[in-house]
């Protein structure tokens, strides 16, 4: 069965520490993509990043950078010198795209909390 | 360019009311997903639509429905609404069925009393 995990449900930081949030996920399939979004209090979700399961390079976006490991079937996220602006709810997900598959499987989120 | 609009942004209703939920997708974009999010939990799906028909059904009960127009808007719908459908449903949508990109609404909170 298709699973994702974020052990993480809350963390707190001071504001320009390094923060890594974790995910680990469970499929079946070859093909499939996973997924960070932010969700602050407003509701919406926020696209962070899309990776394939084929593209297995680390990347980096300013302040952000993710970590692809198939081998132990993780998508680690982290934020360097971490802001107030990056207090939210963190979400991992999972896409797969085999058959009519055509949902995202998402894990329960940690809450990050990022204090001045 | 506008993003996801969904409406109405809050609501509230009663128990065994009925109601309907919008969605509007970024210009071009052909699909639409639903997804029920609970306080404190991940988002679950509850269904896709991609040129009007349906391509995708999470675990939820039939009284909730949906439907595609030919504008790619799109309606939730939920009948004799229980208190535990109270949620925040959440309109995604993506250029493709396949969903290689999600852009996401604010959402509506729905509150059944």
């Known amino acids: 069965a298709q699973k994702v995990t974020q052990a993480q449900t809350e963390i707190s930081v001071v504001e320009k520490e390094d923060v890594t949030l974790d995910c680990v996920y469970e499929?079946?399939?070859?093909?499939?993509?996973l997924f960070w979004y932010k969700q602050p209090p407003s509701g919406e979700l926020v696209f962070l990043i899309r990776?394939?399961?084929?593209d297995e390079q680390n990347e980096i976006s300013g302040r952000y950078s993710w970590n692809f490991q198939k081998s132990t079937s993780s998508f680690n996220f982290t934020i360097t010198a971490s802001q107030v602006v990056d207090s939210a709810v963190y979400f991992c997900a999972l896409s797969e795209h085999a058959g009519n598959n055509r949902k995202l499987i998402w894990g329960l989120g940690t809450s990050l909390a990022v204090n001045p | 360019d506008a993003g996801v609009t969904q409406s109405p942004t809050h609501l509230i209703k009663t128990r065994g009311q009925h109601v309907t939920l919008r969605c509007s997708p970024i210009s071009g974009h052909k699909s639409v997903s639903w997804y029920q999010q609970v306080l404190g939990q991940g988002p679950q799906f509850i269904f896709q639509?991609?040129?009007?028909?349906?391509?995708g059904r999470g675990n939820f009960p039939d009284r909730f429905s949906a439907r595609q127009f030919p504008n790619y808007s799109s309606e939730l719908n939920v009948n004799a609404l229980l208190l535990g459908d109270s949620a925040l449903y959440l309109c995604?949508?993506?250029?493709?069925?396949?969903?290689?990109?999600?852009?996401f609404g604010s959402g509506t909170r729905l509150t059944v009393v």
């Open positions: 499929t079946r399939d070859t093909t499939y993509y």
């Open positions: 995604a949508s993506s250029l493709e069925d396949r969903g290689y990109g999600y852009t």
């Open positions: 639509y991609y040129e009007k028909e349906e391509r």
């Open positions: 990776r394939n399961s084929f």
